[in-house]
């Protein structure tokens, strides 16, 4: 009887979560159901994103969390209009009410850059080897304002100046292959903020980097987004970079969000067993571990398993294989998301156990 009772209790508090058809209204970005198939022709079609929802604010930073393979990059991709013509997309991605999936191509000029703009893993290979940093960074000012070239350069030289760049003028002048690489990232960084975009996305910019010039390019982009009011999606396999940085954090694994909410709240409480798993390889979260322990020879944690390859046809939940939560129920069927607080979403049949 009393298991009864405590069974119809959970029921009666799955039933009453809110349903998630789709974000909030007043956001800068709006995805919703966004599902991605790269089809190359007498290839298997691999489901890169599968019904993604997602809202971004203005000045927003969301960090987008995930391990190889779980789908950041379409993503991205997705948003500005860069997926390959084998990419098969359902849903919409609504930036500042227009439909960026029924975009024309000639269109797309006048919206990166100027209203959504990207900051790639490796901006060294973005820029041209053979322009000098002032001139790529005035180009994207050229593309969007035609005016006179004083005022370009004057404009220019602030954006290298607000990305770090103290000596702008050395800088201005100089081909790729003269600066370091801390400086094409900061390069980079004026780039993509030069025409102050409304949204501006990092795909794992700071991956190539040691831990000192992160910080140091992390910071940069941080204010900048709080100069400019740019919101900024943030990609990156390492949930260590988002604390202290992105204001919100959605967990990716195999094309879906499987875990959104307030960072600080999620780390301090995941409920989605692979987020759980994620944040374990945190060294700080582990007690006595870090350095030392990779010092002296000790295994470092792993989740056990891997993505596996994605299948269309899967019934269940994908990460169920790797999950130390499973129960029958996570192989026969994927869980839909459920808000079990408000910020905060999972899909899970077991969140929080
Ligand atoms: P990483 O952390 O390694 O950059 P990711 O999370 O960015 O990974 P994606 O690059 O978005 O992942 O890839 C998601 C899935 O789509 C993977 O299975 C990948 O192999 C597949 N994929 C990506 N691009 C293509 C493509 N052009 N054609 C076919 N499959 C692709
Ligand atoms: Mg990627």
Same mark, same amino acid.
């Given at each position: 009887m009393l298991y009864l009772q405590s069974g119809w209790g959970i029921f009666a508090l799955v039933s009453t979560l809110d349903a998630i058809p789709? /974000?909030? #209204?007043? !956001?800068l970005l709006q995805v919703c159901g966004l599902t991605v198939t790269y089809a190359p022709r007498g290839e298997r079609p691999v489901p890169?994103?599968?019904g993604i929802n997602l809202d971004v604010a203005p000045g927003e930073i969301v960090g987008i969390l995930g391990e190889s393979g779980s789908g950041k990059s379409t993503l991205a991709l997705s948003l500005l209009g860069l997926l390959p013509a084998s990419a098969q997309v359902e849903g919409s991605v609504l930036l500042e009410d227009e439909d960026l999936t029924k975009t024309a191509d000639s269109r797309w000029a006048a919206i990166r850059g100027a209203k959504i703009a990207m900051i790639f893993q490796e901006p060294g290979l973005s820029l %041209? /080897?053979?322009? *000098?940093a002032g001139d790529q960074v005035g180009e994207v000012i050229r593309a969007h304002r035609p005016g006179a070239r004083k005022q370009r350069d004057q404009e220019v030289e602030v954006a290298l100046k607000d990305a770090g760049l103290t000596e702008s003028g050395r800088i201005y002048k100089a081909y790729p292959h003269q600066l370091s690489g801390g400086e094409l990232h900061r390069v980079a960084i004026a780039q993509a903020l030069v025409c102050r975009p409304a949204l501006v996305i990092a795909d794992e910019p700071t991956r190539s980097l040691d831990v000192t010039l992160q910080a140091e390019i992390q910071n940069a982009l941080r204010d900048m987004n709080r100069k400019q009011g740019s919101a900024l999606i943030f990609i990156t396999h390492n949930p260590a970079l988002l604390t202290g940085f992105a204001d919100r954090v959605l967990v990716m694994y195999a094309g879906r969000i499987v875990e959104a909410g307030p960072v600080a709240q999620v780390y301090r409480r995941p409920l989605h067993p692979y987020t759980r798993g994620l944040l374990q390889l945190v060294p700080e979260r582990r007690e006595g571990a870090g350095l030392a322990s990779v010092l002296t020879g000790n295994r470092l944690p792993v989740i056990p398993g891997h993505l596996g390859d994605l299948d269309? %046809? +899967?019934?269940?939940? +994908?990460f169920e294989p790797r999950? !130390? !939560?499973?129960? #029958? *129920?996570c192989q026969a069927e994927a869980p839909e998301e459920v808000a079990?607080? /408000?910020g905060r979403r999972v899909s899970c049949f077991n969140y929080g156990k």
């Open positions: 789709c /974000p909030c #209204a007043s !956001a890169a994103l599968r %041209s /080897p053979v322009m *000098r269309s %046809s +899967a019934q269940g939940c +994908a999950c !130390a !939560a499973r129960t #029958a *129920r079990p607080e /408000p």
